[in-house]
């Protein structure tokens, strides 16, 4: 036994198999580590064993790595093993010569002026590269005395699976970090906002009058009038302009999912698949733009809870019982008729005078015709532009179709219109009837319900068509008033929104 420098004694009952170390010492000869006898008795040499310990841990990890080296605190090689030798194709005795100069790339004197180990690293020899990990090396009074490496492995290959996972992994979290800020960008500014009319220049002017304000606004008007652009341009104005804007179309959320939506989720809330953290909206958009659409469609309990974090600007995430504070301007928006509501008891009143500090009403395309034709033109360019192709021009008759037509859809419909004319007819000049064969209700009898070519199809393309036209028809008779819409088809809202998302109708979640 060792019994020079004991620091410590551990009284073990060798009768007690459960005794945890003394398990291996109740034999009589006992052995720790493959060499050391031990003492024989109730005691254990502490420090012994520790020593013991170390030396046994030093022989082992020699013998299972390719290589091993250590430097003096000057950095000059103290010792090298065989195998290290061989594995560098090193001549004669590499002691005293320093590191750098046998190991070009050895960090083993980083290590010795950092005291700091580097458990793994990969270190370029010629065109190999070996896996090592280093350690300093102490002295009795704490002082490092050199450092040491030992190479683990003699091709990083073995790594390398390892490495390209976790390099896949970081480059697909920065891509969706990246795609999610971008998402969260708004799209539009004013300049975007077409229109010259009186009543658009009005608009635009107390757009950008809100922008300089943190104030809530109310954004009204019927479906497709620009609302939606609108908030973007006011949040792109504003002094939140580089923060997130994010948008959230409460008729679109189911009632029992708007309030996880919008608060977010503690981690445990629920039990089942989904018990980890969610942010929700109001957390993503903080520092930014809250755009809540569709505002008149928020079921009574939620209203209760926005209009406290009106209040408070605070919210409680579903399942915690702590608040956070968040910043954030709230712009909504609806086209139902929000005074009508709040009469009916639908719309909180208290609510409704929270959101209605700067409303703006949007008004519907067909009360403006004089902005007809620059929009016309405007969404013509732009399909151009996506297509590849010059621009088609409108005949001055059928500038006056659209005139005449009274755009239940407003904007967002003038634009699928001229889309539909676009993918129909090559003529680069678009004439009355062009555009009377792909206004509702304006086609001659017998002509297709559908506007598909004749000829097979792909079941999938007929049926998305036949979709498109009977969610098209609904929004007309109900004057695109969506829940009125999504009651004529027979479906809930959501699904309705769902399917003008999947059919690229335009309506946003
Ligand atoms: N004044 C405008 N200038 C340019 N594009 C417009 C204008 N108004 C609407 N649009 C376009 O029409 C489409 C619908 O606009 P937006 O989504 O802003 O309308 P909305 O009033 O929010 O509709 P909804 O009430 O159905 O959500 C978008 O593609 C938008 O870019």
Known sequence: MLTSDIVGKLRCNAADPKAGIARGLDTGTTKIGPVWEGDVGDTVDFEALRQRAVHSLFEHLESMCVGAVAVDHTGRIAWMDDKYKALLGVPGDPRGRQVEDVIPNSQLRRVIDSGQPQPLDIMEFDDRSFVVT??????????????????????????????RKYEKMQ?????TQQELAHERRAKYSFSQFLGASESIREIKRLG??????DSTVLLLGETGTGKELLAQAIHSASPRASKPFVGVNVAAIPETLLEAEFFGVAPGAFTGADRRHRDGKFQLANGGTLFLDEIGDMPLPVQAKLLRVLQEREIEPLGSNKVVRVDVRIIAATSRDLHAL???????????????????TLPPLRDRPEDIESIADRILEQLAIQQGTPPRELLESAVQV???YDWPGNVRELYNTLERVVALTDAPILTAPHIRSVLPGQHPAGASALPLAPGARPLQEVLHAAERHAIAAALEEANGVKARAAKLLGISRASLYERMVTLGLGATQ
């Open 342 to 360: 709040v009469r009916e008891k639908q719309f909180r009143a208290d609510l409704y005078y929270r959101l209605n500090v700067v409303p703006i």
């Open 171 to 175: 480059e697909e979290l920065a891509r």
């Open 208 to 213: 950008r009058r809100a922008a300089q304000m």
């Open 402 to 404: 659209l005139r005449d």
């Open 134 to 163: 280093r350690m300093p090396l102490f002295g009795i009074d704490g002082s490092i005395i050199g450092a040491i490496g030992f190479v683990l492995f003699d091709r990083a290959e073995y790594l390398r699976p390892l490495v």
